[in-house]
Nanobody, 124 residues
Framework: QVQLVESGGGLVQAGGSLRLNCAAS????????MGWFRQAPGKEREFVAA????????YYADSVKGRFTISRDNARNTVYLQMNSLKPEDTAVYYC?????????????????WGQGTQVTVSS
């Protein structure tokens, strides 16, 4: 089992940047595929980005491609989401997710473990 704790959210102006961090407990972090999802008020949770256990495969939602970058440091048990050129429509609670798998996973139903979320607010 793995526990996930997100950090790095906050308030930023449009065009700005934030880096989200997700720290995972456990000694087998490198065996887990990781992902980021987000949920805006009144909307369903949506996929943002995913990374395979070795970090060699990544996927992005079309809405963030070219602006967000997912990465991981297995030595630090941490996955990151670098968010650049932020837009007001990126405002949401961002969640980190994990599951024991080799490939990157794009569906929320494929993840067994979730963090508590971190709020990102982008002002116009």
């Amino acid at each position: 089992q793995v526990q996930l704790v997100e950090s790095g959210g906050g308030l930023v102006q449009a065009g700005g940047s934030l880096r989200l961090n997700c720290a995972a407990s456990g000694r087998t972090f490198s065996s887990y595929a990781m992902g980021w999802f987000r949920q805006a008020p009144g909307k369903e949770r949506e996929f943002v980005a995913a990374i395979s256990w070795g970090g060699d495969n990544t996927y992005y939602a079309d809405s963030v491609k070219g602006r967000f970058t997912i990465s991981r440091d297995n030595a630090r048990n941490t996955v990151y989401l670098q968010m650049n050129s932020l837009k007001p429509e990126d405002t949401a609670v961002y969640y980190c997710a994990a599951n024991r798998a080799t490939r990157a996973l794009r569906e929320s139903r494929e993840y067994n473990y979730w963090g508590q979320g971190t709020q990102v607010t982008v002002s116009s």
